[in-house]
């Protein structure tokens, strides 16, 4: 009987040990350097992290991960696994841009995980040496680099006792409407939510056999759920082969990813929205020319809304070079159900629902609704009312929630959040629901997300779905980059700065009003004004809504996640702060 992702390594190296289990692209392409690690190697790696953590009796403990991309990772990982501790994955600070945000959430999630050791690459592990001042913590706190662990301490290893409720590691939440939290991830979940990963997405024996076993290409940072759930574990839970690079890579020269699926020819990759947009602002002749894309099955796409138009343009600009519509694959997951909850169904091309006729978008067909696909296999997905706490009949916008053996055990050390999230019930349903924050509905069966419950804007008595407001703006004018917008209310009785210095003829006087924040390229601050105008007279005319302000910022200003979620509440302390990097006036001459 399986147990736990530490048992399927352990069948993999023992069945096929000269595998490939991951290769690196250490440069990003495919041409240049290359790591590889085969299930063998892997399989002695993890054990001698585990044999030495064990050693130190750290079982039970959690052990803060902290790597730059690479293999090294997963081998912390799963030696963390294969000794019984607790991991949680981190961001190790790196560069000066980065170095204050990655310190802060660095000590938020020490101190909240309690951490007793920190595994990480020998350069992490030096730097985190010379920030004594800024993390006293670390005082108290073993730091070891794993990549100095001898190979000969996996002889002295020893199975854990695990069972499907041990907790696997702590996945902390990327913070898009509050505080990071710490999800209690168990063996259980991982096995459940792998499970469902691979039926959803289609990977089959026969499928695996006809991709040589090549399954995942993956830029995705593996600190974070969507590139570790799924790319990464997916690939030992199957035994499987996965490609992997620096998310840097990718945001450097987005063409990578596509050259590297081009290369290696996997059945799947994705991302969400906006690494799709990425490439198509890449997409030369020359590209085109040299890529062929008919071996990628399952272009999965989440992690933030799921836009039509980017769906159609990229299927309009790759389709030259063998990418097929039917290849598309939004889905919906969060890391409260450890990932995956529904996706598309595979080799058929996503559902859209057209906006209404009488709606803010009728007749545009680039803002029909994108569904993410169905409920994975035995996983329930109710609409709910909030409030009341009573299942919404089919079409009907409400809260998601869902119910499965991939629903996490909770969040660590603290109840009262645990309580409110995850116990919800529902009539006619047994067992107890996750509340997951989400409002969306179904239709024919399939899940159509809207956005996000704190997110929802009420002004004067109607709901208005920040999503749909971005919508609206970034089809008024070309000059708006693709997911890069923010919509939000603010009290009328707030102060704000605009990109003009006022309030741009908005409402004024109390009550909720609607503020849009933008991102333009510099070379469009010429026709700043008239980008305002254009974008304040769309959502008036969609949507019956008077914006107070529309506010154009330098480009990748706007507060995200981790894994490219508007923040929207970070978006609106800094305008009511007067701190956003507003596009400068042009000079007049």
């Known amino acids: 009987m399986v147990r736990s992702l530490v048992d399927l390594l352990s069948q993999h190296a023992a069945h096929h040990p000269d595998r490939t289990a991951y290769r690196y692209l250490a440069t990003g392409d495919h041409d240049g350097e290359t790591q590889e690690i ?16 064990q050693e130190r009796g750290l079982a039970g403990t959690r052990a803060m991960l902290l790597y730059p991309p690479g293999l090294d990772f997963i081998c912390g990982y799963l030696g963390c696994l294969a000794a019984g501790v607790v991991a949680v994955p981190g961001v190790p600070p790196q560069g000066r841009a980065q170095n204050h945000r990655a310190l802060t959430r660095m000590k938020r999630l020490i101190a909240d995980a309690d951490a007793k050791v920190i595994l990480g690459g020998r350069e992490v592990i030096t730097a985190l040496s010379g920030l004594a001042e800024h993390l006293p913590e670390l005082a108290d706190i073993t730091c070891i680099a794993t990549e100095d662990i001898p190979d000969e301490m ?20 990327s913070g898009s409407t509050s505080a990071p939290r710490g999800v209690m991830v168990t063996h259980g979940n991982l096995l459940d939510n792998e499970r469902v990963i691979t039926e959803r997405m289609g ?15 993956s830029w995705l940072p593996v600190y974070h759920d969507m590139g570790l759930i799924g790319p990464v574990l997916n690939t030992v839970y199957l035994g499987v082969t996965a490609t992997l690079f620096s998310p840097l890579h990718f945001l450097q020269r987005p063409e990578r990813w596509l050259t590297a699926i081009s290369h290696y020819r996997p059945h799947t990759s994705g991302g969400p929205n906006f690494a799709y947009e990425l490439c198509l602002k890449h997409a030369t002749p020359a590209l085109l020319d040299g890529l062929d894309l008919s071996s990628w099955q399952v272009a ?20 030259p070079a063998g990418f097929r519509r039917e290849a598309l694959y939004p889905c919906y997951g969060l890391a409260e159900a450890t990932l995956m909850v529904t996706g598309s169904t595979v080799h058929t091309p996503p559902t859209l629902l057209q906006a209404p006729e009488t709606g803010p978008h009728a007749g545009q067909s680039d803002a029909a609704a994108v569904s993410c696909g169905r409920p994975g296999p035995e996983v329930t997905v109710a609409i709910a009312d909030p409030e009341r706490h009573e299942e919404l009949p089919e079409g009907r916008t409400g809260e998601i929630w869902v119910r499965s053996a991939s629903v996490a055990k909770g969040y660590w050390r603290n109840a009262l959040a645990t309580r409110e999230t995850f116990r919800g019930t529902l009539a006619d349903h047994d067992g107890r629901f996750l509340r997951t924050g989400d409002l969306g509905f179904l239709s024919d069966g399939e899940l159509f997300v809207t956005g996000r419950l704190k997110d929802l804007i009420v002004i004067d008595g109607r709901n208005h779905y920040p999503q749909d ?9 070309p000059a708006l980059r693709p997911g890069c917008t923010a919509a939000f209310s603010v ?4 102060g704000g700065e605009s990109g003009s210095g006022e309030w741009g003829g908005g409402e004024s006087g109390g009550g909720e009003q609607a503020v849009v924040i933008a991102e333009i390229a510099p070379d469009s601050a010429a026709e700043a004004e008239k980008i305002i105008d254009v974008v304040r007279s769309g959502i008036g005319e969609a949507h019956g809504l008077s914006v107070r302000d529309v506010v154009l910022v330098q480009p990748g200003t706007i507060p995200k996640t981790s894994s490219g979620k508007i923040q929207r509440r970070a978006s609106r302390a800094a ?4 701190t956003l990097a507003v596009i400068p006036e042009p000079a007049v001459s």
């Open 300 to 319: 999965f796409n989440g992690a933030e809304p799921v836009r039509a138009a980017t769906l159609r343009r990229f299927t309009d600009t790759f389709a």
């Open 38 to 53: 085969s299930y063998g190697r892997l399989a002695e790696r993890s054990r001698a992290v585990a044999a030495w953590l």
């Open 203 to 217: 990977h089959t024996p026969d499928v695996i056999a006809e991709h040589g076993h090549e399954m995942f290409v």
């Open 491 to 494: 009290d009328g009785n707030d």
């Open 154 to 173: 996996a002889g002295s290893w020893r199975e854990p006792e695990l069972d499907a409720d041990s907790v696997a590691f702590l996945q902390y939440t």
């Open 469 to 477: 407001l971005e919508l609206t703006a970034e089809m008024a004018h």
């Open 575 to 578: 305008y009511l702060g007067g």
